[in-house]
């Protein structure tokens, strides 16, 4: 099985930062990534897919690059609305979906 | 637009049988995009349990697969799942989401319906 893994697991950040979190497979998956923001109490949010490909209505301050076995997302400058955690998210060969274990973006 | 709303009992026994429905708003569950399931352990990450096609095909995780089934009601426009033989490690937030036509990530989710596993 594709295991994916996430760095940092836990990030502290001010308002306006450039923030950067790597996802990493296992395995190659080729552009088979895709980014979530999960707010508490929320359901998930579709932010990137196809590794960097923004979803409607996503504000363009996200981004997603990669492609193989590392990821990463970058949002080029924090806002108040995006403190919450992020999950990456890919499709194997087998069709079969795994996400990653998260990272939590929290107020400096 | 396309809504998704999660209903079912909150508390189920141990040994039991969970069991939700999605009910699908604004759309056709017949399209051309699959549905799954998916849940969440309180404060734990996000775990894919399956997915169908309105035809009735189905995928599940392997980690669950003998435990669950997925079915589709196309005259009420939803889908439901049912994991038997439940324990304490069961209890989570269940969701149902829309799959992208590429059947690539989840575009559209529920709200999430928590279930208890608790005698």
């Known amino acids: 099985d594709i295991q994916l893994t996430q760095s940092p697991s836990f990030l502290s950040a001010s308002v306006g930062d450039r923030v950067t979190i790597t996802c990493r497979a296992s395995?190659?998956?080729?552009?088979?990534l895709a980014w979530y923001q999960q707010k508490p109490g929320k359901a998930p949010k579709l932010l990137i897919y196809a590794a960097s490909t923004l979803q409607s209505g996503v504000p363009s301050r996200f981004s997603g690059s990669g492609s193989g076995t590392e990821f990463t997302l970058t949002i080029s400058s924090l806002q108040p609305e995006d403190f919450a955690t992020y999950y990456c998210?890919?499709?194997?060969?087998?069709?079969?979906?795994?996400f990653g274990p998260g990272t939590k973006v929290d107020i400096k | 637009q396309v809504q998704l709303q999660e209903s079912g009992p909150g508390l189920v026994k141990p040994s039991g049988t969970l069991s939700l429905t999605c009910a699908v708003s604004g759309g056709s569950i017949s399209s051309s995009n699959w549905w799954s399931w998916i849940r969440q352990p309180p404060g734990k990450g996000l775990e894919w349990i399956g997915e169908?096609?309105?035809?009735?095909?189905?995928n599940y995780n392997p980690s669950l697969k003998s435990r669950v089934t997925i079915s589709v009601d196309k005259s009420k426009n939803q889908f439901s799942l049912k994991l038997s033989s439940v324990t304490a490690a069961d209890t989570a937030v269940y969701y149902c989401?829309?799959?992208?036509?590429?059947?690539?990530?989840?575009?559209?989710w529920g709200q999430g319906t928590m279930v208890t596993v608790s005698s």
């Open positions: 169908i096609y309105h035809s009735g095909s189905t």
């Open positions: 395995q190659g998956i080729s552009s088979y």
């Open positions: 998210q890919q499709l194997n060969s087998y069709h079969l979906f795994t």
């Open positions: 989401a829309r799959i992208r036509i590429t059947r690539d990530a989840f575009d559209i």
